[in-house]
């Protein structure tokens, strides 16, 4: 029987035209080729932590990624099949692994280990191993932050080895059915049973655990429709999902609810949800402050005026793309997957 308690609702486990595509193309090879030749490289190690994926991968047309001809999905599942788990302490009882997919939080306690994210079932040996060295505990809990095979892929063989899952409702919603995401070309199967999250809620939720509160907080649609914080009160600790990437522009899934406009509103949220002693797990990328979140708010507010004022000019999505709308923070931010011409057009797309 499905029930309601409080916010938290229980439920059974159940199951434009080719030419501009076409000079978008030359435009971001033109600058992968620039910044292969300019840019250090970065290393095999921090691509595999920003993003679980290879040195190989490059973006292309209209959010389409590709790694050589495999497609980002593969990639980023081949990826995390070679990675290693690498174990982040981070403040009282918790710790983040980094290499599958998006960062994992784990709080270790009496009540059993509790996961933030799942990464790619690829890893399981890797991240079973990395969560035997933090502590005997079993696995207890999990919550998902959104809905995205870099962060919920690992929830089946979490979910076999003990934990209940929870998440907000749209996560829910987007796992029990076939999703396409635009932008990765691809096509999601509907989760198994055991991926699903079983406890769902709308705005916000608290869970106590080892000692700790857990704050989750619902941001509205940002990067998806189903983007969470985790907040563990007592260490300041807040994990957010990939409402923050961490040195790196994001990218943005229009096709399940994301916009430029909701990733600006989720990143002024995180800044109200921090002060200078809370440290916050990204969903890629290194652990950070509150002022590198003031950054990324920056330089998502910098871009999308100047995308829409060239937008408003009449400026066509190529003709957007070559004015460098993004130049002023390209060093620093454009530099992976998403180059400056595609997070250009991920913010045209929404202005």
């Given at each position: 029987m499905a029930g309601n308690f409080g916010s938290l609702v229980f439920t059974p486990l159940v199951k434009d035209s080719m030419q501009r595509n076409r000079a978008i193309s030359r435009l971001v090879q033109r600058e992968k080729t620039m910044a292969q030749l300019q840019s250090p490289r970065l290393s095999r190690r921090r691509l595999l932590a920003i993003a679980g994926v290879s040195g190989g991968a490059t973006m292309l047309v209209r959010g389409r990624l590709f790694a050589k001809d495999e497609g980002i999905v593969p990639t980023m599942i081949n990826a995390a099949a070679k990675a290693k788990i690498t174990v982040h302490p981070v403040r009282r009882n918790i710790s983040v692994l980094e290499g599958s997919g998006g960062n994992i939080a784990v709080l270790t306690g009496n009540d059993g280990k509790l996961l933030v994210d799942a990464g790619f079932s690829v890893s399981r040996t890797g991240i079973a191993d990395a969560l035997a060295s933090l502590s005997g505990d079993p696995i207890k809990h999990l919550v998902n932050t959104h809905w995205h095979t870099d962060h919920t892929d690992g929830n089946n063989w979490l979910h076999s080895a003990g934990a209940a899952i929870t998440a907000h409702e749209n996560v829910r919603k987007r796992l029990s059915v076939d999703t396409r995401v635009e932008g990765w070309s691809w096509t999601f199967p509907a989760s198994p049973a055991g991926a699903l999250p079983f406890a769902v809620f709308a705005t916000t939720h608290e869970l106590q655990r080892n000692d700790t509160k857990l704050v989750l907080q619902y941001y509205g649609p940002a990067h998806t429709d189903g983007d969470i914080s985790v907040h563990f009160t007592e260490a300041d600790v807040i994990h957010?999902?990939?409402?923050?990437?961490?040195?790196?522009?994001?990218?943005?899934?229009?096709?399940?609810?994301?916009?430029?406009?909701?990733?600006?509103?989720?990143?002024?949220?995180?800044?109200?949800?921090?002060?200078?002693?809370?440290?916050?797990?990204?969903?890629?990328?290194?652990?950070?402050?509150?002022?590198?979140?003031?950054?990324?708010?920056?330089?998502?507010?910098?871009?999308?005026?100047?995308?829409?004022?060239?937008?408003?000019?009449?400026?066509?999505?190529?003709?957007?793309?070559?004015?460098?709308?993004?130049?002023?923070?390209?060093?620093?931010?454009?530099?992976?997957?998403?180059?400056?011409?595609?997070?250009?057009?991920?913010?045209?797309?929404?202005?």
């Open positions: 957010v999902g990939d409402t923050w990437w961490n040195g790196v522009y994001p990218f943005i899934d229009y096709s399940t609810g994301g916009s430029i406009d909701g990733q600006i509103q989720a990143a002024e949220a995180n800044l109200r949800l921090t002060t200078d002693k809370t440290i916050v797990i990204p969903g890629h990328g290194q652990i950070g402050s509150r002022p590198d979140l003031a950054k990324f708010r920056d330089m998502l507010v910098t871009i999308r005026g100047s995308v829409e004022r060239l937008k408003k000019q009449g400026r066509s999505l190529e003709q957007t793309i070559a004015a460098k709308p993004t130049g002023a923070f390209d060093a620093k931010w454009g530099r992976f997957l998403i180059t400056p011409a595609m997070f250009t057009a991920l913010v045209y797309q929404g202005v």
